[in-house]
């Protein structure tokens, strides 16, 4: 949620704000501001929309000159979207400006310190607090009350990459007067936040800290920066730090410092990122939805790449950090992860349970940490996370370690911080995705999951023929991907058909289940059209009370262990004059004679139609979305990288 972004260096830094704020608009677009200093003045502009209709026309209409600044993109938490609770916010004094994503959860008892000695605030905020509160240590600090800061840390020359370690804060170097403040300031806090902070005594100064909210530094030559996100900077740096819980950054032209207010050494790493500024725009595509649906044939081919062993007739990961014997003696898996990432875990359990034997439990993240689930000695938790940033799944990781237990990830985003406290885990190597509604890191996300069950399955009772014909039909999946994404035009076409339609259900069975919540899923959040997911045997349970002729049903009838049944269900829809679209197997053509519309997949294996069956879905969705005038890329009050709980 919310993005954030500073600069600092010898460049104007409007322009690198701007273009960073729409690298970032995806993580929230209720407004945006930037703070910028020019010449020592604080000049803030902030403007409720989103970015190309709010900031870009205001920063156009009034330019901001000046070589440091901070910017922000916001998803409201505290406060409904308006121009007076935008970020960057400024302290009592006006001389601090801060911008923060996360929940300040003790503000009201702040504020309501503050208030009694005399501050003033123009916000609904928790944020416009905090720069109270930074604002009131810096006032004291500066009158000679120092307080301290403990905490090691490491300073780094960005222009010659040198390290030289440092003990607690330099309090005769002045810049590092602004760090203590955030520093005290931050040590009466209770909540998350990610944030920067520049002062108008320090034209060449950023302040960042971070707690359960992301934040990167970015180093450059003569330059740094700072972002929620490397979306928002991998245009002028490869070089990004990933900053730690109570990590507290100072970055200036040439220097960054990092310290850590929870332990005695900051562990500070310099990482490359594995992509390029290509692969965070849309290039000839509408919206980066639809673009990244037609990535998947390549997706799926990267989370396969180096991971298929004939020979052993089984899959090899690298990074699971688990001996075979440890593999062998896992009793269960509990999984973990919230929205999308939990139909694919949904969809790992049927596998893991089918071809390894293991029991495997499906868990909202967020019940997870807050309900006492019993776990055995030899059970291991599996988080799924596209950004590696979710709060609640991040949470549960945590918790699942603090109990003892061995807490594995899947994710994309490498050097995430669920990849950086997982035990072991596998990257999805989907790329960037930018997109809201995810499409290739769900699919990315079932591929591995499927190797996952083939790797765990050939220690226990997997046979090689079985394990061989999976990694097989995986293997074929890119193409098979292609020949989906080839009917675009016609899914188009019935999306128009279906436009109007104010409800829908999707039914499926078996593994097919999970795709039926996963597509009603992708349907309300960008077109904004209710619709419900079901196991198909379900709707005779109470559900099919709502079936009426508007009310369209998805079914999902590949030609599975299940095909008959689900059959059967379908009869019961058009009983009562529900409209329904099939999606089938090529070469059903008995599925003609009870549904009005057919989507064809291609014949794979049963335990391979989720990744399939999930295509046309994204594509129906994304049709519908654009057929009713929906802005697909920024759907109402999401956010695409959900970090606050």
Not at 353 to 381: D, G, I, M, S, W
Not at 457 to 483: D, F, H, V
């Amino acid at each position: 949620m919310c993005g954030i972004i500073g600069y600092v260096g010898k460049k104007s830094a409007s322009p690198i704000l701007l273009e960073g704020l729409r690298r970032l608009e995806y993580r929230g677009y209720d407004s945006a501001g930037v703070a910028v200093l020019d010449q020592s003045a604080l000049v803030v502009r902030k403007k409720l929309g989103k970015i190309n209709e709010g900031i870009a026309r205001l920063l156009k209409a009034e330019p901001v000159a000046g070589s440091l600044g901070i910017a922000h993109t916001r998803w409201a938490t505290h406060g409904v979207p308006a121009d007076k609770n935008s970020h960057p916010h400024l302290d009592q004094s006006e001389k601090i400006a801060v911008v923060h994503n996360g929940v300040i959860e003790n503000y009201d008892k702040l504020k309501q310190r503050l208030l009694a000695a005399g501050h003033k605030f123009k916000s609904d905020t928790d944020t416009e607090v905090l720069a109270h509160l930074i604002g009131e240590s810096y006032g004291k600090l500066k009158e000679g009350r120092n307080g301290s800061a403990s905490g090691q840390g490491k300073t780094h020359d960005g222009a010659r990459g040198a390290t030289r370690p440092t003990t607690g804060l330099d309090t005769t170097r002045p810049d590092d007067l602004l760090t203590q403040a955030v520093s005290e300031a931050l040590r009466e806090v209770i909540g998350t936040y990610g944030l920067a902070v520049i002062c108008t005594d320090f034209p060449d100064l950023i302040v960042g800290a971070r707690r359960g909210s992301p934040l990167i530094i970015g180093i450059g030559k003569g330059e740094h920066f700072l972002a929620s996100d490397a979306n928002a900077i991998v245009a002028h740096t490869k070089k990004v730090v990933y900053l730690n819980d109570y990590d507290v950054a100072t970055i200036t032209p040439e220097r960054f410092d990092v310290i850590n207010l929870g332990t005695d050494t900051a562990n500070v790493q310099i990482s490359n990122l594995e992509f390029n500024h290509e692969d965070v725009g849309r290039g000839k595509f509408a919206h980066f939805m639809l673009k990244e649906i037609y990535e998947q044939p390549q997706t799926v081919a990267n989370a396969l790449r180096g991971r298929l062993d004939f020979e052993a007739a089984t899959a090899k990961f690298g990074g699971l950090n688990m001996t075979v014997a440890e593999l062998r003696n896992i009793d269960r898996i509990v999984i973990a992860a919230s929205g999308t990432s939990w139909h694919a875990a949904l969809v790992g359990e049927y596998l893991i349970e089918e071809l390894a034997q293991l029991p495997v439990e499906v868990e909202f993240a967020h019940e997870f940490c807050y309900r006492n689930c019993p776990l055995e000695k030899n059970t291991v938790l599996l988080v799924l996370s596209q950004s590696g940033e979710t709060a609640d799944t991040l949470a549960a990781l945590r918790e699942a370690k603090r109990r003892g237990h061995r807490a594995l990830a899947i994710v994309n985003v490498v050097g995430s911080t669920i990849a950086r406290e997982s035990d072991g885990g596998i990257y999805m190597h989907a790329g960037p995705e930018i997109g809201v509604a995810s499409t290739k890191a769900f699919v990315s996300t079932i591929t591995v999951l499927t190797l996952l069950a083939v790797h765990l399955g050939r220690m226990r009772m997997l046979s090689a023929k079985r394990a061989t014909e999976i990694l097989r039909a995986l293997e074929a999946l890119p193409k098979q991907i292609e020949k989906i994404l080839a009917q675009d035009g016609a899914l188009k076409k019935l999306a128009k058909k279906y436009a109007k339609a104010d409800d829908f259900f999707f039914l499926g069975r078996g593994y097919t289940f999970p795709i039926a919540l996963e597509g009603a899923l992708k349907l309300k959040e960008i077109s904004y059209i209710h619709a419900e997911g079901y196991s198909a045997a379900e709707m005779k349970h109470g559900p099919i009370a709502l079936i009426d002729a508007k009310t369209p049903t998805v079914f999902l009838v590949p030609q599975d262990a299940m095909y008959e049944k689900t059959l059967a269900n379908l009869a019961m829809i058009r009983a009562r004059k529900g409209p329904v679209i099939a999606v089938a197997t090529e070469g059903d053509k008995g599925i003609k004679k009870v549904a009005d519309d057919v989507i064809y997949l291609p014949k794979t294996l049963e335990a391979l139609n989720p990744i399939l069956a999930s295509v046309p879905l994204q594509l129906f969705a994304y049709h519908m979305a654009v057929a009713r005038g929906c802005d697909v890329d920024k759907p109402r009050n999401l956010a695409k990288s959900v970090t606050v709980q």
